[in-house]
């Protein structure tokens, strides 16, 4: 394997559900997984719902402000809902991004979830083969709490943060669609920030903190950001999906110590730099329902949201 990386990869769904190219394309899966916690997962069968999805985001957006305050997150007592610009920072810094949860986005919303789930259970079960284990070892992690987001990234000065330097935490992957903007940017072992341009149609899937501490640190999550755009807006729809509530922290940390014995060890011992902290395994909270609750209050108190929707 290569010692880091360069570049995203890009990895194939329709080649993964082919008989006769599977082989070949669980291997690239394996490295991009191993090496870069990033991916292009390409020929998804999404590709005309994220293009109708992204077409009606300006729409959403274009609420007035007192349609859009009625959501508040803050006013939400399950911690959803929409976030005005400004309300959120990461490392101290304010990040210029909103995102909303309004009405007329419903149908909208469920159709690109219950769809994006789907997908999403079939990667993992295709992860769980290119990691040399039964299809089905990651199912019983599976939780009903994925969420989605829909964000916007208006125009600012050029090297402002859209969004700063984290990992997303209390989850098993995330599958973000982009706009043709850019300016997402990962973070490989020597500490450069390496952009993860635009694929039209793809997905631009990455491990979260959770699938991390299911797997003993072997597919490590990787530090990611956003750089806001100078001269448009950004808009994106991630997508997180969620594990288990009632999981508790020792069955996580048993479980992961049966499955990393069967996990052949990756030749790349340190391949991205590790400068954030993992939220999931806290030794205050006993499982991950505590840990999410928490994250979620420190939310409120201007702390990143991006783990809160």
């Given amino acids: 394997m290569t010692e880091t990386f360069s570049s995203v990869p890009i990895v194939d769904f329709a080649r993964l559900n082919d008989p006769v190219t599977k082989d070949e394309e669980l291997s690239n899966l394996r490295e ?11 020929n998804t069968g999404l590709e005309s719902l994220i293009h109708h999805t992204h077409e009606n985001l300006p729409k959403l ?32 810094k304010t990040d210029l991004r909103e995102y909303p949860d309004c009405p007329g986005a419903q149908d909208l919303v469920e159709e690109y979830i219950a769809k994006t789930d789907s997908l999403a259970q079939a990667f993992v079960r295709l992860v769980a083969e290119c990691l ?8 019983g992690f599976k939780g009903n709490m994925s969420r989605l987001k829909f ?15 984290h990992k997303d935490s209390a989850g098993l992957f995330t599958f973000l669609s982009q706009d043709n903007t850019g300016g997402l940017q990962v973070l490989n072992k020597k500490g450069e920030w390496i952009d993860v341009p635009p694929i039209e149609g793809s997905l631009v ?19 990611h950001r956003v750089i806001a755009p100078t ?22 940390k048993e479980s992961a110590a049966h499955i990393v014995q069967r996990i052949p060890a990756s030749e790349d011992k340190k391949k991205r730099a590790v400068d954030v902290p993992s939220e999931f395994l806290s030794p205050l909270y006993s499982c991950v329902s505590d840990s999410g609750l928490r994250i979620s209050c420190m939310g409120l108190t201007n702390r990143s949201s991006a783990r809160l929707t």
Avoid: H, W
């Fill in 132 to 139: 040399s284990l039964p299809r089905e070892t990651f199912d």
């Fill in 61 to 92: 957006f274009e609420l007035s402000a007192e349609a859009k305050e009625k959501c508040n997150m803050i006013n939400s007592p399950s911690f959803l809902g929409y976030t005005r610009l400004g309300a959120e920072t990461t490392a101290t």
């Fill in 32 to 42: 991009a997984i191993f090496i870069v916690g990033f991916l292009y997962l390409t």
């Fill in 151 to 165: 964000v916007k990234y208006p125009p600012a000065a050029r090297n402002s943060q859209g969004v700063g330097p």
């Fill in 231 to 252: 001269s448009q807006t950004r808009y994106s729809i991630p997508f997180f999906q969620g594990v288990r509530l009632d999981l508790t922290l020792d069955q996580l």
């Fill in 205 to 223: 899937v990455n491990i979260q903190q959770g699938f991390e501490a299911i797997t003993g640190g072997i597919c490590a999550a990787t530090t």
